[in-house]
């Protein structure tokens, strides 16, 4: 393969990796934000029951995102290490491997998200033992696993951001700002997790003001790519060693 041909390919990996990411942010963002966030009602079982029966379809459209999003960000990760392994292949396999971990995880704990749907359409008869009250108290409950599950993938999500933060600090051929802030990402995820099982009464998500790591790297991909002629240097210096 050439040179030239390599770089072309590098910087359509790069692009792909960003469009990847922005899948993957719309996909966790609407699954979140606009589903669970926006039908969930904390501590009032009776109102979350009637917001999801109300739209559903919408619900089940949110399920499926979150899945779909988790595929995607294989895609993602894989293009990074592709990208990045020239720079230290074992912490760019250490990116991989954490991500696979909060995959797993999370789609897993979809589980919980669906079960509560189970509950809520529950015609079969082993359920009819239980009074209305208690079948919407199923339905927060589970959804209220699902929230923890997610808090406990978010350790993963955290960590593969700081190697991930890191290779692009050492890389040369993007900017040091964006790893730097991707390392700061990964305290913001971690910092959240260690908040809520510890100090659950804590107001503050700490994640919502240090995720701008992600969003400066998804845009770099998206719009620049990579630094062509420093990127051959680093995969000539790699090939060399």
Not at 138 to 162: D, E, K, S
Not at 164 to 191: E, R
Request: proline share 2%.
């Amino acid at each position: 393969m050439t040179h030239q041909t390599q770089s072309n390919s590098i910087q359509k990996t790069a692009r792909f990796a960003g469009l990847m990411y922005l899948i993957l942010a719309i996909c966790g963002g609407f699954a979140e934000f606009a589903i669970r966030q926006g039908m969930i009602v904390p501590g009032d079982a009776a109102a979350t029951v009637a917001n999801i029966q109300a739209s559903e379809m919408l619900f089940r459209l949110g399920f499926v995102a979150e899945l779909v999003g988790q595929v995607v960000f294989v895609f993602l990760v894989l293009a990074l290490y592709r990208m990045l392994k020239s720079v230290d292949k074992k912490q760019a396999s250490l990116m991989v491997v954490l991500v696979i971990v909060a995959i797993t995880i999370t789609c897993l704990n979809m589980l919980n998200q669906f079960a509560a749907l189970l509950v809520l359409n529950g015609g079969s008869t082993y359920l009819s033992v239980f009074a209305t009250e208690q079948l919407n108290a199923l339905v927060l409950l589970f959804l209220n696993m699902h929230h923890v599950g997610y808090l406990i993938a978010q350790i993963f999500f955290g960590l593969w951001l700081f190697p991930l933060g890191y290779l692009i600090v050492k890389s040369g051929f993007m900017p040091k700002l964006v790893g730097i802030m991707l390392m700061v990402a990964c305290v913001g995820y971690l910092a959240d997790f260690f908040l809520f099982f510890l100090y659950p009464s804590f107001p503050v998500v700490v994640s919502e003001f240090t995720f701008i790591g992600e969003l400066l790297l998804m845009l770099w991909l998206l719009i620049k790519g990579v630094n062509i002629e420093r990127w051959q240097k680093q995969s000539l210096a790699t090939e060399i060693a």
